[in-house]
């Protein structure tokens, strides 16, 4: 890697460089504010009004009020706590309903779910990896007790057309829930009014630590919490509160409100030059996933004819970051479900290469990358063809 620089780091989907502001705010709760939120005494309650102003900060970012704000450990347990609460709810309905595309919080949960006696629908998607809303409501059936729609999708970047699917759900009187991991802060939301019952976000997702999620329960929905024990989190979400990374992750949700619409542009501009620059300077470049409805960060591509773990190697060398459109799970590589469930080949798969942008990626990072990265598509073509 050149001594010259830090990383380029293009793999902000996968987790975000926290926010100098959010550590500044988290540090006291490491250090000299440490009382038990639920503590009876005045140095408990100043901790506790700093959870509870978290509460209002990220409430202010979904649109919708702080009770309806349940800190979670992860987006992961609150895609569990989810699915958990609607099926504990209505033990009655033993259904659920989700996606092809959907991470594997929900995916997995839902095969453990199948385990314990329940039936899951799982709707496909299309080459451009798009849901219709008609078959998520073709598979709704009377026993159904949630359906469970990503709002993004991790990998493409494909957003779903949730609010729609959520008054489907309405009309049919099934809990809705959305992992929206991967849109908290990079789209606007408000929640307030909507169908929506559950909503999922995680803090290393928008430039929060590790380890800190949330999970909106509309004040309408009946619950069950996943994690009994204490009251902590109005009963919804027992064990004492993590409270510096709650405390970071409100801060990053303001700052998300206040950088939202022009990071966005700015972004999506670095994206759009980059996407651009490659489709002009290389042959047979495919974009993966719907052109006309992706998250701004995000550009998933195809390099016909080459390996990308070959090309990742090389750009990690360089210095940059980013993720394969596959996953070494037992060893071998395997394309990702996702690219999967979008009909692609084995090879279209295997050549496709996630590079997702944040608020910390420049212009000039992006020369450096759009130097480097056509050169190495072409050597390794090269090669290839020798
Ligand atoms: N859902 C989506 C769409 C994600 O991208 C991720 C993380 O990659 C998760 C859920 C899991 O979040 P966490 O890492 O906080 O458990």
Redesign the pocket.
Known sequence: MPAEREIIYLDN???TRIDPAVLEEMLPFLTTRYGNPSGSHRFGAQVKEATNLAHERVAALLGCEPEEVVFT???????NAAIHSALQMTPERRHVVTTSV?????LNYCEAVVRRGCHVTVVPVDEQGRLDPEEVEAAIRPETAIVSV?W????TGVIYPVEKIAEICRAHGVFFHT????TVGKMPIHLAGKPIHFL?L????LHAP????ALYVNKKSRFQPLIIGGPQEGGRRAGTDNVASIVGLGKAAELAMETLEEENTRVRALRDRFEETLLDELEDVLINGDPKARLPTTSNLAFTGVDAQAVLLKLDQAGICCSLGSSCTTGAIQPSHVLRAMHFSNQRARSSIRFSFGRFNTEVELDEVLEILPRTIRRLRELVAS
Do not use: I, L, P, R
């Open positions: 989907n996968s987790s450990s992860c987006g992961t347990e609150s895609d959907e991470h594997n919080a929900v990503m993004a999708n991790n990998e992992d929206a991991v991967q999922s995680s803090g290393h997702k590790k380890g800190v999620g």
